[in-house]
Each structure stands twice: as structure tokens, then as C-alpha cells.
């Protein structure tokens, strides 16, 4: 919000376009094969939305450039529960649109949430592959190597990837209806519970949704 940007939400059904065709990822497309869908209803084509980027699309649908909008919410995926997955969990995705918006923008803006979230500055872009952003990439931040654990969470390196980010793909500004011509845009993504196990060293997934008083009563007093 110091930054100006407002938070949207969406619905948790939603529709293959909104989840999947709208972001450049058509029925046939590989990338499909990326996440395993929770599919409701008999005509198929409604889901347990997989990513929070459908609400991305609902906000290019009903608003114009520029935006600046943060999307927190519930995804679901076909996974098997352990400590590391969960078919349910949380993300939050960014979406800043305008004229003139670079890669230069979005890596000034992560940087700021890791200093801000983490007390870290140091951080590095990879490039990577998602269907709705290019470029793209991972964002690594530099964790250090001070301790045992640290060795142990970045596997000796002192990096861990933390999201992914990216310029959004023209052919999602189109489909949307937004003249890729005229504006541009990143987009970044992330597991919330992922950081909350980073920054407070949490090791098992599942307790997030177990409700041990003993575990939540562990964050009322940071609240405090």
C-alpha cells in the first residue's frame, strides 16, 4: 500500500478462460501439465482456480490502465499433503499496468517488499518460463550462510527463491483488451505460507491448517 497498490479479490470457482485461456494458456498449451486441476461440475470447463492470477483477468475485464492491484487468496491443486505440498494453500499475486512500465520497475518494486518483509536487500532474477509473462523469471534473495539452518533451507548456495515475476505477455493484454501497444506491465507471484515458513522457520506445511492453539498463539504474540 506505501507503494500504491490496492488489494482485489475473486471468486474460487472460476472458469477455464478466466484461469487458463485469458493468460495465454489454451487447452493444448504444455503448460496445462504444469498444475494437476481440481475440476467441479459436469460441462468441465469450471475449477477450483489454481493460481490467483484469474483475478488479474477480472480486474483487465472490468478496469483500465492503470492498475495497481495486490490479489491474496485460496488455490487448490491435485497434490498429495506433506510437510512441503498441500492441495490447498494461499498466494498473493501483484499486476501493475501503465504506460511505460519496465523490467527495471518490477525489480525496484521486489526489492523494496524483500527489504521491507525479509531485512534483506540483496536479490537476483533468473530467467524461467510461465505462459502469461516475457520475460520471466524466479527471484532469488540471499539468505546468508550464518548458521546450520541456513546451509540447510538454500542448500549451501546462501539463495532461495522466494516468486516468480515477469513482463506481462502481449497476447494477455489482448485478450483483455488492452492495447499491448500502447501499455505495458509486470506481474509477481508467491506462496504465502512458503514465506511465512521462511521468515519464521516453520518446517511442516500441514500446520498452518490444523489449528493448534499452541502454533497460533506463536503469532498473536509477534502481533503484539
Excluded at 22 to 40: G, K, S, Y
Excluded at 169 to 189: M, T, W
Aim: charged residues 25%.
Amino acid at each position: 500500500r506505501k507503494l500504491g497498490f490496492v488489494v482485489a479479490e475473486g471468486p474460487e470457482v472460476e472458469t477455464e478462460w478466466h484461469c487458463f485461456d485469458a493468460l495465454n494458456t489454451p487447452a493444448d498449451h504444455p503448460a496445462r501439465d504444469m498444475q494437476d486441476t481440481f475440476f467441479v461440475g459436469d460441462s468441465g470447463d469450471h475449477l477450483l482456480r489454481t493460481h490467483t492470477s484469474s483475478v488479474q483477468v477480472r480486474m483487465m475485464e472490468t478496469q483500465k490502465p492503470p492498475l495497481r492491484m495486490i490479489m491474496p487468496g485460496r488455490v487448490y491443486r491435485n497434490e498429495a499433503i506433506s510437510a512441503r505440498a498441500h492441495c490447498q494453500f494461499h498466494q498473493v499475486e501483484g499486476l501493475y499496468l501503465d504506460e511505460g512500465v519496465s523490467f527495471a520497475d518490477m525489480k525496484q518494486v521486489l526489492s523494496y517488499f524483500t527489504r521491507e518483509f525479509f531485512g534483506k536487500a540483496q536479490i537476483r532474477l533468473r530467467p524461467s518460463y510461465f505462459p502469461f509473462t516475457e520475460p520471466s523469471a524466479e527471484m532469488d534473495v540471499y539468505w546468508g550462510l550464518n548458521s546450520e539452518a541456513d546451509h540447510r533451507i538454500t542448500k549451501g548456495t546462501g539463495w532461495l527463491e522466494i516468486m516468480g515475476c515477469g513482463m506481462v505477455d502481449p497476447a494477455v493484454l489482448e485478450a483483455n483488451k488492452i492495447d499491448p501497444e500502447k501499455y505495458s506491465g509486470f506481474a509477481f507471484g508467491m506462496g504465502i505460507e512458503r514465506i511465512a515458513m521462511l521468515r519464521y522457520q516453520i518446517d511442516d506445511l500441514r500446520m498452518f491448517f490444523e489449528n493448534d492453539i499452541r502454533f497460533l498463539r506463536q503469532f498473536h504474540q509477534i502481533a503484539l
